[in-house]
C-alpha cells in the first residue's frame, strides 16, 4: 500500500513539475512592451533586472562622462529605431569584454568593450548583437531552457534513481544542460547574425563583427591564464559558439555586405580622455600576455603613444622576465618624448634608476616626475625617496 | 579501517567547527603574522581560517563591513586576498618598491567587493624603528557606500607587514581612524 | 542574509526570538514620536524544481502589506506615522545614509565575541548622518523592516519525496519566513529596538497584520 502510494506520489510529481516547464520560444517584443501580469516568470525577471539596475545606479561604477554617454546611446538609438525610449545605457567601469541588454531595458556597455572596439563600427556590431537578443527576449528564452533542464534534470534524475538506475543520474544531467547550452549557442549565432545586418542597416561597416572577434581572439590566445584562454567558447556545456566559428560566420555574411570604410581616428578621440585609466585597469589584472596584445593593437593607429607606451612599460616591469626590465626603461624613455606622456612616465624611470642603484639619474626622475605633477598625493614620499637619494632637499 | 578514517573525519569536522570569531583583550595582541600590535580595548578577532576573502587575520569593533583592521605578513610571492583557481591575484614580491605596495594593496581591495580605490596622503614612517609606508583610501563598497581606509605597511625579513584599516566613511570612519594610528604605532617585532 | 537563517535556524530550535528594549536609558521624548516608516525591504522567493525566482508579484504584495500595515498599527498606537518617499529624488547624502543602513542591518545580528552574545551587536548605530531623516521628513525616529520568505512548490515537495524514496534520504524542506523590524533613534542615529519574528506570510493580509503585531508587541516604541 505504501508502496503504491509513494508511485502514485512520484508520479504526480513527475506530472507536476514537467508542466511546469516553459516555453523557449517567445514572441518578438513589441516597442513599450512590460509585463502587467505580475505572476509570470516574465515579470518576476523583469523586477529582479529593475533591481539589479537600482543598485548598479547607486554603486558608483558607471562612467559619468556626459559626452561619452550621450554617443553611445546615440548609438544604440541608431540601432534599435523605435526601441530607443525603452533602453537606457549605463557605461560600467569594468575591463571584462561584455555588454548586454537586460528584458527590462538596462542596457550595459563595460568600458573593457569601448578599449578593445577600435572603430564606431565594430561597437555598432556589439550594440546590434545585444540588441537581438533584447528584440528576440532571448534572455527569458534562455532562462526557460535553463529552468527546463533543472526540472528534466532532477525529476528524470529521481526517477532514475527510484528505478535503481542511479548511476545514470549525471548523464541525464549532462544531455539536459547541453540541450540548454546548445540553445543558448544557437541564440548568440542569431544575435551575431542580425546584430550584423542591424548595424549595416545604420551605415556601418559589414566586415567590423568579424575584426571586433578576431582582435578579441588574439589577445585570449596570448593570455597567461588557462581560464582565460579556454573562454574561446564552443563546447557541449559552452553558452557561446567557438569564436572562430562565429568568425568564419561574419566573414561570410559580410561578403555580401556593404562595407564603407571605417574611421579610427574619431573612435579613438571619444575614449581618449580615458585611455590612461582602462589601461591600468587591464595592466594591474596581471594578464600580461593578453595586455600586451591589446596595447600593442591600440598603438598601431600612431596616436596616444605616451599613454600607450607608459602601459607597456609597466606590463613588462609587473612581468619582470629577464631583459624586461631594461626593455621597460626603453619603453618609458620613448613614451617620454610624447607630448601625452602621463607623469608617471618618470616615476616608473625614476624607479629602476633607483633598483640599479643608479642614484642621481633616480633623483632627476622623481624630480621630474613632482615638476609634472605638482599635486601628486605621493609627494612626500617622492621628496623623501629624493633626499634619501641625494641627501639634498628637493 | 573504517574505524580510523570515521575517526579522522570526525577530527577534521571537530577542528574545522574550533575556529571561530574570537575576542581580542585590550593589550599586546600577537598577530598570526611576525608583529604584536597594542589594542587600547576589546576587538573581535577573525581568525585566517575563517575569512573566505582574505588571508591573514583580521579584527573589528561592529563587523567586518562597518570597520575592520587587517594584520597579516605577507610572505613572498603571497597574496592578500584569498587565492581563487583561475583568478590572478594580486601578489607580494621581496623587495617590491613603495608604488609596487600601493598598487598590491589598492588592486587587492578590488577584488573583494571595493572599487575606485585610490591612495593619497603616501609618505614614508618610522615604524618599530624600521621605515615603513603610511598611505590613506577612498573607495567605494560594492553597494555603493563611500569607504576610507587607512594602511601601514613595513618590509620585514622576506614579508610584507600590513595593517589595513578600512570603514564607511559615514560615521565609522571617524570613529576608530585615531584609535587605529594608535595600533599602527604600536607595532612591535620583538626581539629580531 | 544571515540573520535570516540565523532567526529560522532559532525558531526551528523552538527558540522564541523576542525582542527586547536595547537602550534602556534612552529617555523618552515629552510628546509621542513621531515615526517614519520606510518601504519594507521584502523579498519572497519561489523554489521550483526548476529553479529559485524571486516573484515579482509576491514580493510587491508583501511589501504593500507589511508597510501599510506598520503604518497603521503604529498610528493605532496613538503616533504620528510619515510614509518615506520612494518616489522623490534622494540627495547623495540621503542616499549614503541608506546605504549605510544596508550594513548595518547585516552586521546588527553578526556576533561579536568582544561584545557579548546573540543580539549583543545590536547597539550599533547609523551615527549623527542620521539626522537627515528627521529634516526631511520632520520625525524623530524611523522604523525599517526587512522581510525574507522562499517558498517551496508542490514539484519541489514531491521531488523530495521521490528522492526519500530512492535513496532513504529526504532533504530537508527549504521554506524559510522571517521578518526584521528595526527603530532607529534619528537624532543619534542608533538602533533603540530590533525585532525578529519568524513564521507568517506577508503575501496574505491577515498574516501580514500578525507579522508586523508580533514584531511590534516585543519592540516598545516609546
Known amino acids: 500500500m505504501i508502496r503504491r502510494l509513494m508511485t502514485l506520489g512520484a508520479a504526480a510529481g513527475f506530472a507536476i513539475s514537467l508542466s511546469a516547464c516553459a516555453s523557449t520560444n517567445m514572441e518578438a517584443r513589441v516597442v513599450g512592451d512590460r509585463p502587467m501580469d505580475l505572476s509570470t516568470t516574465e515579470a518576476s525577471l523583469w523586477y529582479q533586472t529593475d533591481q539589479a539596475e537600482e543598485r548598479l545606479r547607486a554603486s558608483g561604477r558607471t562612467v559619468e562622462d556626459p559626452a561619452l554617454n550621450a554617443f553611445v546611446h546615440g548609438l544604440i538609438c541608431e540601432i534599435s529605431g523605435p526601441f530607443c525610449a525603452d533602453l537606457r545605457l549605463y557605461v560600467v567601469d569594468t575591463p571584462d569584454f561584455n555588454a548586454s541588454m537586460a528584458p527590462n531595458g538596462m542596457a550595459v556597455v563595460n568600458t573593457g568593450l569601448l578599449i578593445r572596439a577600435e572603430t564606431v563600427d565594430e561597437l555598432a556590431f556589439v550594440l546590434g548583437h545585444e540588441f537581438v537578443h533584447f528584440e528576440e527576449n532571448h534572455f527569458l528564452e534562455r532562462h526557460a531552457a535553463i529552468r527546463n533542464a533543472n526540472i528534466t534534470s532532477s525529476i528524470l534524475g529521481s526517477a532514475l534513481a527510484a528505478a535503481g538506475g542511479g548511476a545514470f543520474t549525471s548523464l541525464t544531467s549532462l544531455a539536459a544542460y547541453s540541450g540548454a547550452a546548445n540553445f543558448s549557442q544557437d541564440q548568440e549565432s542569431e544575435a551575431d547574425s542580425k546584430g550584423l545586418d542591424y548595424a549595416v542597416a545604420a551605415g556601418y561597416s559589414a566586415t567590423a563583427g568579424a575584426e571586433i572577434w578576431s582582435h578579441f581572439l588574439a589577445e585570449l590566445s596570448a593570455s597567461d591564464l588557462d581560464a582565460v584562454r579556454n573562454r574561446r567558447g564552443g563546447g557541449i556545456l559552452g553558452t557561446h559558439p567557438h569564436i572562430e566559428r562565429r568568425i568564419e560566420d561574419l566573414t561570410a555574411q559580410a561578403e555580401t555586405l556593404p562595407s564603407p570604410e571605417q574611421d579610427q581616428a574619431s573612435y579613438r578621440a571619444l575614449i581618449r580622455p580615458h585611455l590612461h585609466t582602462w589601461l591600468a585597469d587591464h595592466v594591474v589584472r596581471q594578464d600580461h600576455g593578453a595586455t600586451l596584445v591589446l596595447i600593442d593593437r591600440l598603438s598601431e593607429q600612431g596616436t596616444d603613444l605616451g599613454v600607450l607606451l607608459n602601459a607597456r612599460g609597466r606590463v613588462l616591469v609587473l612581468r619582470g622576465d629577464e631583459g624586461d626590465t631594461e626593455e621597460a626603461l626603453e619603453t618609458f624613455q620613448t613614451a617620454a618624448t610624447h607630448d601625452d606622456a602621463p607623469a608617471d612616465v618618470w616615476r616608473s624611470m625614476a624607479e629602476i634608476h633607483r633598483q640599479a642603484g643608479r642614484h642621481a639619474d633616480a633623483a632627476a626622475a622623481f624630480q621630474s616626475y613632482l615638476d609634472r605633477a605638482p599635486d601628486a598625493r605621493d609627494r612626500a614620499l617622492i621628496e623623501s625617496l629624493i633626499i634619501d637619494l641625494t641627501g639634498t632637499s628637493s | ?192 | 542574509m544571515r540573520r535570516f537563517f540565523c532567526a529560522a535556524l532559532m525558531g526551528a530550535l523552538g527558540m522564541g526570538v523576542s525582542g527586547q528594549a536595547l537602550a534602556e536609558d534612552t529617555e523618552a521624548p515629552a510628546d509621542p514620536a513621531r515615526y517614519l516608516i520606510m518601504e519594507p525591504n521584502a523579498q519572497v522567493i519561489f523554489i521550483t524544481t526548476g529553479g529559485a525566482e524571486l516573484r515579482a508579484d509576491w514580493t510587491a504584495a508583501a511589501t504593500e502589506n507589511l508597510w501599510s500595515h506598520m503604518d497603521d498599527q503604529v498610528g493605532t498606537a496613538g503616533y504620528d506615522t510619515v510614509l518615506f518617499d520612494t518616489e522623490a529624488e534622494q540627495d547623495d547624502a540621503l542616499e549614503q545614509l541608506l546605504l549605510l543602513y544596508e550594513l548595518v542591518a547585516i552586521s546588527a545580528d553578526s556576533v561579536m565575541p568582544h561584545k557579548g552574545g546573540f543580539r549583543a551587536n545590536q547597539e550599533i548605530t547609523l551615527g549623527q548622518t542620521a539626522s537627515l531623516l528627521a529634516e526631511a521628513y520632520d520625525v524623530d525616529r524611523a522604523i525599517f523592516v526587512d522581510h525574507y520568505s522562499q517558498i517551496e512548490s508542490g514539484g519541489v515537495f514531491l521531488t523530495q519525496v521521490m528522492i526519500g524514496t530512492a535513496t532513504g534520504y529526504t532533504p530537508p524542506s527549504q521554506n524559510i519566513r522571517a521578518t526584521t523590524g528595526t527603530v532607529i533613534d534619528l537624532e543619534s542615529g542608533d538602533i533603540l529596538e530590533r525585532n525578529s519574528v519568524v513564521m507568517g506570510d506577508p503575501r496574505d493580509l491577515n498574516e501580514s497584520a500578525g507579522i508586523i503585531s508580533r514584531i511590534l508587541r516585543d519592540l516598545p516604541l516609546e
Open chain 2, 1 to 192: 579501517m573504517k574505524q580510523y578514517l570515521a575517526l579522522a573525519l570526525a577530527a577534521i569536522s571537530v577542528s574545522a567547527c574550533a575556529v571561530v570569531p574570537q575576542t581580542a583583550p585590550a593589550g599586546i595582541l600577537e598577530t598570526e603574522g611576525d608583529f604584536s600590535v597594542t589594542l587600547e580595548r576589546d576587538w573581535s578577532r577573525w581568525p585566517s581560517q575563517i575569512n573566505a576573502d582574505t588571508t591573514g587575520e583580521f579584527i573589528t569593533q561592529d563587523g567586518v563591513l562597518l570597520n575592520r583592521v587587517h594584520l597579516v605578513s605577507i610572505p613572498d610571492e603571497g597574496s592578500l586576498v584569498r587565492p581563487r583557481r583561475g583568478v590572478e591575484m594580486p601578489i607580494y614580491s621581496e623587495g617590491a618598491s613603495e608604488f609596487e605596495v600601493i598598487e598590491f594593496v589598492t588592486s587587492s581591495l578590488e577584488m573583494i567587493g571595493y572599487h575606485d580605490v585610490e591612495a593619497a596622503d603616501i609618505r614614508p614612517v618610522d615604524l618599530d624603528d624600521q621605515r615603513g609606508l603610511r598611505f590613506a583610501l577612498t573607495g567605494v563598497w560594492q553597494n555603493g557606500l563611500r569607504v576610507r581606509g587607512d594602511v601601514a605597511t613595513l618590509p620585514h625579513d622576506d614579508q610584507l607587514d600590513v595593517v589595513l584599516f578600512m570603514a564607511p566613511e559615514l560615521h565609522y570612519y571617524d570613529a576608530l581612524s585615531a584609535e587605529v594610528d594608535g595600533i599602527i604605532a604600536s607595532i612591535n617585532h620583538g626581539a629580531d
